[in-house]
């Protein structure tokens, strides 16, 4: 099966790469998919890379810690879009689909496995990164309820470790 993908690396990527496009909007889709230079296109020029790392990685020896790290580009991007957790993730499924077409039927069950694994690396990082957004949001919240409250006489001066501690629980 690796052989396969292997062998069949770029087309799999491109089909791959097409059909996580094709998850945004008509309008988004078209200018993403143009160009994959990391000025004029960044999100695309990241999917695309992210993509690529993505399949070198299965065609090796990998666990769900390297696959994390692949994935985290693609999956940072997409986490702060307008996705919710399954169409955040579901680029992930269309490679089932693309595999069909290259992989043995015989070898199948052992590609959708692996295909499988790669969601579930892609949902473990997609929250860590929501989380890292709820944290963020909730800092600045404090920081700015805080700043409002030194304004008004109401509280001493806090330090940085003060906002920032209270999220560590």
């Known amino acids: 099966m690796k052989h396969t993908i ?23 889709a078209r200018i993403l998919g143009k160009d994959a230079n990391r000025f004029d ?12 790392d993505i399949l070198n990685l299965i065609t090796g020896e990998f666990n769900r810690e390297t696959l994390e790290k692949a994935l985290d580009p693609v999956i940072r991007i997409r986490a702060v879009q307008a996705f919710d957790a399954a169409d955040a993730v ?10 069909a077409e290259f992989i043995d039927p015989a070898k199948s069950k052992e590609f959708d496995r692996l295909v499988d694994e790669i969601a579930l690396a892609a949902f473990n990082r997609l929250m860590k990164c929501k989380e890292d ?5 909730a800092t600045e919240s404090k920081r700015r309820i805080h700043r409002a409250f030194e304004r008004a006489g109401l509280v001493a001066e806090l330090k940085e470790e003060d906002l920032l501690g209270s999220n560590k629980s």
């Open 41 to 52: 296109n960044p999100i695309g020029a990241v999917t695309r890379e992210s993509l690529e």
């Open 133 to 137: 957004i709820f944290l963020l949001k």
């Open 90 to 99: 579901s680029f992930v499924f269309t490679l089932k689909k693309i595999g």
């Open 6 to 28: 292997k062998k069949n690396r770029d087309q799999i990527l491109q089909n791959w790469f097409r059909a996580t496009i094709d998850t945004y909007p008509a309008q988004s």
